[in-house]
């Protein structure tokens, strides 16, 4: 069975500094990665996904992940956030298109100015 | 982008009722829907998933009867909460596939208050 682990439930961080929100997964098949942003009463936006091919994914908004295989991680990151930037971030694995995706708990960002 | 639509956004109902929630996709034909629950400062936890013209599959500890999954269209799946309580409340998502598509597109969300 599928599962993803994000580390952090809430990450502070000042605007313009760089950040990373964690998320590893365990799976026994090939899977594959998404990352989404889900604002307050809102649903949820796609920020980028990994499907396959180069292991460095480029998503909206200036956000970017790595997957790296051997440490069954996706990492989020911004080289430089803004106060927009502020909400709720989930990653999520799926072990084939057309199914289902398992989210992670969820990581609060808060961009303080 | 492909857009799915969810009506109502937000709903307040008396304990006992019943209410439906429709999921549309408004520009392309989702063969597959995903309903969602949400409880507050909680992930997503999938409810059911539905294809067109077949019955939904509930997860493990879903009650199928609580919960009534209709995908009768290509465009259109609902949600009916029926006999509704207050543990019921919380927010529920949509998210619709394309045949053979990747991505699942969501929609807003609906927020249910049971009181």
């Known amino acids: 069975a599928q599962s993803v682990t994000q580390l952090d439930s809430q990450v502070p961080v000042f605007e313009e500094a760089p950040v990373e929100l964690r998320c590893n997964y365990s799976?026994?098949?090939?899977?594959?990665l998404f990352w989404y942003v889900q604002y307050p009463n809102q649903g949820l936006q796609l920020l980028l996904k990994?499907?396959?091919?180069?292991?460095l994914v480029k998503g909206i908004n200036g956000f970017e992940a790595e997957f790296n295989k051997s440490q069954t991680s996706f990492h989020l990151r911004k080289p430089s956030v803004h106060i927009s930037d502020t909400a709720e971030y989930f990653c999520a694995v799926s072990e084939g298109y057309g199914n289902k995706l398992v989210f992670g708990a969820g990581t609060i960002l808060r961009v303080k100015s | 982008g492909a857009v799915v639509s969810q009506h109502p956004s937000w709903v307040i109902c008396k304990s006992g009722t019943s209410v439906k929630i429709e999921c549309r996709s408004l520009?392309?034909?989702?063969?597959?829907m995903f309903w969602y629950r949400q409880f507050p400062k909680q992930s997503l936890m999938l409810m059911a998933t539905?294809?067109?013209?077949?019955?939904?599959?509930?997860e493990q500890g879903v009650e199928k009867d609580k919960f009534l999954i209709n995908h009768a269209s290509l465009t259109l799946s609902t949600l009916t909460v029926t006999s509704a309580h207050p543990e019921d409340s919380s927010f529920y998502i949509c998210s619709a596939k394309r045949a053979g598509g990747f991505e699942a597109f969501f929609g807003q969300g609906t927020r249910l208050t049971v009181v």
């Open positions: 990994y499907l396959s091919g180069s292991t």
């Open positions: 539905s294809n067109e013209g077949s019955k939904a599959t509930y």
């Open positions: 799976s026994s098949v090939s899977v594959y």
């Open positions: 520009d392309f034909q989702a063969t597959t």
